[in-house]
């Protein structure tokens, strides 16, 4: 199965959009549950968003909730993550996290993807 691998990231001005995809092949992607964190310089990484194995359930981060749509397309083996409304606090580096039937010590992590958004 190939690794995960995420694109989609750029400069954009304050107010902007970008849709960050997260891509694979070679597996079931239906059974993972695919998890998008995002890592600012000298900070912590944290949760952005997710969408489930099963069911197709979603959840965001209070920060992303309203402006960040997380999707699927199993056919495809990727998951975007379309960012509306950037704001400068929204730069850093996404990555993409994929959790075989929900199971986090399971987990695998793409390489990462920058998204800078210019004030």
């Known amino acids: 199965q190939a690794p995960l691998v995420e694109s989609g990231g750029g400069l954009v001005p304050a107010g902007g959009s970008l849709r960050l995809s997260c891509a694979t092949s070679?597996?079931?992607?239906?059974?993972?549950?695919i998890t998008w964190f995002r890592q600012a310089p000298g900070k912590d990484r944290e949760f952005v968003a997710e969408i489930t194995w099963s069911g197709g359930n979603t959840l965001y981060a209070d920060s992303v909730k309203g402006r960040f749509t997380i999707s699927r397309d199993n056919a495809k083996q990727t998951v975007y993550l379309q960012m509306n409304s950037l704001k400068p606090e929204d730069t850093a580096a996404y990555y993409c996290?994929?959790?075989?039937?929900?199971?986090?010590?399971?987990?695998?992590w793409g390489q990462g993807t920058q998204v800078t958004v210019s004030s």
């Open positions: 996290a994929a959790d075989p039937y929900g199971s986090v010590r399971s987990r695998e």
């Open positions: 070679g597996r079931s992607f239906s059974v993972y549950t």
